[in-house]
């Protein structure tokens, strides 16, 4: 497992996994201490092709979840379905005990359930600062009703900006909060979009591919960004293909392939998984699989995107 699923220490560093995680089940849908996200039978297929296909699914709270899976396995489409981006053909899932499913995404994010797009959605035209602002849930002056009555909203337009430059100073963008967000790098733009994630105060924040497309000298800074959300007692589920950032940050790992949840784990165990060595390296093994997850001896990476 040299190659793919080798960490570099140095370059990531990491505490390792979370001493609450290190006696979870890892068997795949097993029941987690102190969930905040759980899935139950949830589907999708596109024409005769079922790209989520997900039994039983509990996220911990407190923990960096990594989602990972060779391309194809219906990840970015598991991550559509549970922020309303995309509807479920079949299933229920609940988030701090509230039922989610199939609701808007806009009230899932309300709800403290945030989302990250792989391709960045910062709006270019815009101001940093302004971006910032959009963020920031029941704002008063949105309402039709009170937009005129400015002195009613002016107190929260100020507790809101303030808000959104100490995130900016957190992230060492506030320099650049007037400029348009078209002018950003695409690792700027990372970085804004998930400063803008945390106006919400999110519990828990889904970061799709966060490490995609970034300068190398910024991955080091958005992983102390990831690593300081569950610190702050942020949850984080996270999809990326970068097994090294995967094995030096993550405290727990789900292993999707063909849709289907296939391993659970610490790093250490889905390392040494051969259901999992099976999936990205195709090598059809049916030798029994380790740490509880089930042998599956026919799993091979699906193509397209995640």
């Keep these: 497992m040299s190659g793919k699923f080798a960490a570099d220490k140095a370059d990531f560093p990491t505490s390792g996994p979370r001493v609450d995680v290190l006696g979870a089940d890892p068997r795949p849908g097993s029941s987690k201490p102190d969930s905040i996200l759980s899935v139950r039978g949830v589907s999708r297929s596109f024409g005769g092709l079922k790209a989520v296909d997900v039994e039983a699914l509990e996220v911990q709270r407190g923990v960096i979840t990594a989602f990972i899976g060779p391309n194809g396995a219906g990840k970015t489409t598991f991550f559509n379905l549970l922020t309303g981006f995309d509807e479920a053909d079949t299933g229920q899932w609940s988030f701090e005990g509230r039922e989610l499913s199939n609701k808007a995404s806009h009230l899932i994010a309300q709800d403290g359930m945030v989302r990250t797009f792989q391709l960045t959605k910062s709006l270019g035209k815009m101001t940093v600062m302004d971006n910032m602002l959009l963020g920031a849930p029941n704002q008063l002056g949105e309402r039709l009703s009170m937009s005129l009555l400015r002195g009613a909203w002016r107190k929260q337009e100020a507790a809101i900006r303030a808000k959104a430059e100490e995130l900016l100073q957190r992230f060492n963008m506030v320099h650049m909060q007037d400029e348009y967000a078209a002018t950003l790098s695409g690792g700027q733009r990372k970085l804004l979009e998930m400063a803008r994630a945390l106006m919400a105060d999110p519990a828990l924040i889904l970061l799709d591919e966060p490490m ?22 942020v949850s984080v589920l996270f999809i990326e293909h970068d097994m090294d950032v995967i094995m030096g940050i993550s405290d727990w790992i789900v292993v999707l392939a063909e849709g289907q949840i296939i391993a659970e784990g610490t790093p250490a165990q889905v390392s040494k998984n051969p259901v999992v060595i099976d999936a990205y390296l195709g090598t059809n093994t049916a030798a029994p699989a380790a740490d509880g997850a089930q042998a599956e001896s026919d799993v091979a990476p699906g193509e397209g995107n995640s």
């Design 212 to 233: 995609a497309g970034v300068n190398p000298a910024l991955v080091q800074s958005l992983l102390q960004h990831v690593e300081a959300l569950r610190d702050d007692g």
